[in-house]
Nanobody
Framework: QVQLVESGGGLVQPGGSLRLSCAAS????????MGWYRQAPGKQRELVAH????????YYADSVKPRFTISRDNAKNTMFLQMNNLKPEDTAVYYC????????WGQGTQVTVTS
């Protein structure tokens, strides 16, 4: 079954940290660049970070540099997003998917940053 499952979101105060996980089926994950996306209420979904298939190359949107770190474990078909110094504007539902050749979206994981 082809699927993406995001987890790790939650409610955190400004300045706090969260680590998101993305568990993917091998057919989605193996050999593909992957990305973390987010969608805030009333806004379009945006790409916040992506990582090459090997994990050697990463990209970050200016809004999350240098606070977020993307990584992947190819042996476990899992990707991570370490989010530090979170800000209220980071509040969104976070999704993972391929960087190219998008597949069906998972349910996402809610991140809420508020005092």
């Amino acid at each position: 079954q082809v699927q993406l499952v995001e987890s790790g979101g939650g409610l955190v105060q400004p300045g706090g940290s969260l680590r998101l996980s993305c568990a993917a089926s091998a057919s989605i994950f193996s050999g593909f660049g992957m990305g973390w996306y987010r969608q805030a209420p009333g806004k379009q979904r945006e790409l916040v970070a992506h990582i090459s298939s090997s994990g050697s190359t990463t990209y970050y949107a200016d809004s999350v540099k240098p606070r977020f770190t993307i990584s992947r474990d190819n042996a476990k078909n899992t990707m991570f997003l370490q989010m530090n110094n979170l800000k209220p504007e980071d509040t969104a539902v976070y999704y993972c998917n391929r960087l190219l050749s998008l597949t069906d979206w998972g349910q996402g994981t809610q991140v809420t940053v508020t005092s």
